[in-house]
């Protein structure tokens, strides 16, 4: 299958968490962030960015959004749980989980899939609607599973919003769909 699979053989969903998203469009690869982003989730084509976004229309949601793919590339979880509110939902192939069940397994499985895998930000841009921001970015991910290459095209919506500590990530929607090595 496409998904990615984590130390132990544990295989998710991932393969098939490919979705439609209203308003793509294909990311200007002239957009990419120079740091080390993750992207992530799985499905035939590359994905898009969505419409209506624009680089630095928020930066400081951006660079939330940044500071949250380097913590989970760097496998911090104190950080990644920093920047989710409590009420955060991740959406991931077709299932959704909280903030204590992505905490307490998918979380690890995603720093050990990251952990050596390499990240190429192709698209990041943001939307402001008053108090909340949408973060979207796409990514290609190379990387090995099984001793077998694996190349990954990603792309991940985040919504956030304004609190007294700043930019807090209070949905994340990643999809991933699988490329010929």
Known sequence: GGGHHHP???????AEGHHEMPGMAMPDAGQAPADGSHMHSHGSQAPAAIDGMSAKAVPAAEAVAEAFHVALKRGDRETVLALLAPDVTI??????????EYAAGHLGEDIAFLKDAQVKPLSLGSMPMG???????????????DGKPVRLFT????????????WRITQVVWTSIPQDS
Do not use: C, N, P, Y
């Open 8 to 14: 132990g053989g544990e295989s998710d969903d991932h």
């Open 91 to 100: 959406s991931e192939g077709g299932k959704t989980q909280s903030r204590a």
């Open 131 to 145: 108090d909340t921001a949408m973060v979207g970015s796409t990514s290609e991910i190379r990387t090995t599973q």
């Open 155 to 166: 792309s991940e919506t985040l919504t956030l919003q304004k609190t007294a500590q700043g």
